[in-house]
């Protein structure tokens, strides 16, 4: 088992910037990729961004291109998600998921997760 624990939301004017961090603990030996959906009220839950946890390969969804930028220390078994230039579209429950070492993952599917944190909210005021 995999624990996920985010950190880092808040809210913020339009333009403005933030850093969501997820902790794992637990059996992080096994993680493959690790990444960032959110929830927008009355929405469905969309893939923000993802890491693959041994290269540092990143993926990133067409409306935070050039404005988020995901990272990771995979010695302190922690993901980060810089988001500037935040905007209003942008505000959203950000969720950390994580999913198991496989030789084909599709990072955008939340059905590929096997782990997800609590979620951390993100408001950004116009």
């Known amino acids: 088992q995999v624990q996920l624990v985010e950190s880092g939301g808040g809210l913020v004017q339009a333009g403005g910037s933030l850093r969501l961090t997820c902790a794992a603990s637990g059996r992080t030996f096994s993680i493959g990729v690790m990444g960032w959906f959110r929830q927008a009220p009355g929405k469905e839950r969309e893939f923000v961004s993802a890491?693959?946890?041994?290269?540092?390969?990143?993926y990133y969804e067409d409306p935070v291109k050039g404005r988020f930028t995901i990272s990771r220390d995979n010695t302190r078994n922690i993901m980060y998600l810089q988001m500037n230039n935040l905007k209003p579209e942008d505000t959203a429950l950000y969720y950390c998921?994580?999913?198991?070492?496989?030789?084909?993952?599709?990072?955008?599917?939340?059905?590929?997760?096997?782990?997800w944190g609590q979620g951390t909210q993100v408001t950004v005021s116009s």
């Open positions: 890491i693959a946890w041994g290269k540092g390969t990143p």
């Open positions: 998921a994580a999913t198991k070492s496989l030789p084909t993952i599709v990072v955008e599917k939340e059905s590929t997760y096997d782990y």
